[in-house]
């Protein structure tokens, strides 16, 4: 029997994070983290990582804002730097949809009281060249926005949990919640059993096969995200930012002197719960490492970037986020089954919104006030 003050089952980002804040918050009470695998190793290693943080979904940029403050805390505590970039996020609008799209992502800003430049056609050549504008109804650059080492900031948030106190346990499979009268009392796993008054399900797409065991239904499926790497080349600025193009379904962003491509699919690869293996390792997402999929939109990606026909693909990287039916993450208690929480459902946000989820769930897992509002994110 191992007693903590706090479980929390997989070692993800969201995971990580949760313990940074509790241990930060809660000095002195134990906390236990278990992953299966090794830390960061799946959906969180595979993110293309863009941290955006003017959405439609207003209920996500409270949650990213805390990601980017914290970031120069963590920094602070590891005396080393995380390498975050932040050269904007390029919203292109060529149809009267995402112009208004557009529109209302910058009232938005205003509102938050984020800054919006426009850049000119002769400023876009510098910043993304290559782009090509004649299509185009209007862009907005949303600055302050950046992308990061997902791996290396998940890692961020575990080295400082353990400088902490937490302790970290790879290896470690939890193989069932310990239930009794209505209650999650602690987790059992092949090394042994650990007990705690409140337990956090965020194991990433398996959140699902755990809840499951106690009759709790989480609403999230484990849906492909691809992306592709090219070659390098000196032909993108060091300060390019990083450019969402809906028209195209698609978005581009820097990576070490090449470009990063990902696409909105037509139809991704989904997989039940049931049928997830243990590790993400162990998943074929492509025969052809996405090239069908890429081919396919290839048309409309190069409608905007004409070069993209010739581009040398480098490099392809695929991984399975947990999408919900309403684009919504799934944080929070469970109705009517005390001392579990849940924090899964990253729909593609999960590193930017990876500080906020961290501390709203640890804060209520302490028993304090939730500092963000989760009313859009429960059960």
Known sequence: MDNADLIIVGGGI??????????????????????????????????????????PKESYIPLSLETYRVIPDLEQLLQESLGLTCPGMLHVAASGHSLDALNDLIAIAARYGRSVVFPTAEELQALVPGLKTDEIF????????????????????????????????????????????????GVETLQGNHFAPVVVDAAGVWATQLAKQVGVGLPMAAVRSQYWITERTNLYPSNMPMVLLPDAQAYLRPESGALLIGIRERQSMVVSPDDLPDDMGDVIFSQDEGYADLAENGPKLARFFPAFSDAAIKHYLAGFSGYTPDGHLVLGGVPGLEGLLVASGCCGAGISVAGGVGLGIASIAAGKENPFNFSDFGL
């Open 14 to 55: 969201f995971g990580c994070a949760i313990a940074y804040y509790f241990s930060r918050d809660n000095p002195g009470r134990r906390v236990v983290l278990l992953e299966r695998n090794s830390l960061n190793s799946g959906a969180t290693s595979r993110a293309a990582a863009l941290m955006t943080i003017i959405r």
């Open 138 to 185: 209007n862009v907005a650059l949303m600055e302050g926005e950046g992308f990061c080492d997902p791996f290396l900031l998940g890692m961020f948030f575990a080295r400082c949990a353990e400088m902490q106190g937490v302790q970290i346990k790879q290896r470690t499979a939890v193989t069932r919640l310990i239930e009794n009268g209505g209650r999650i009392v």
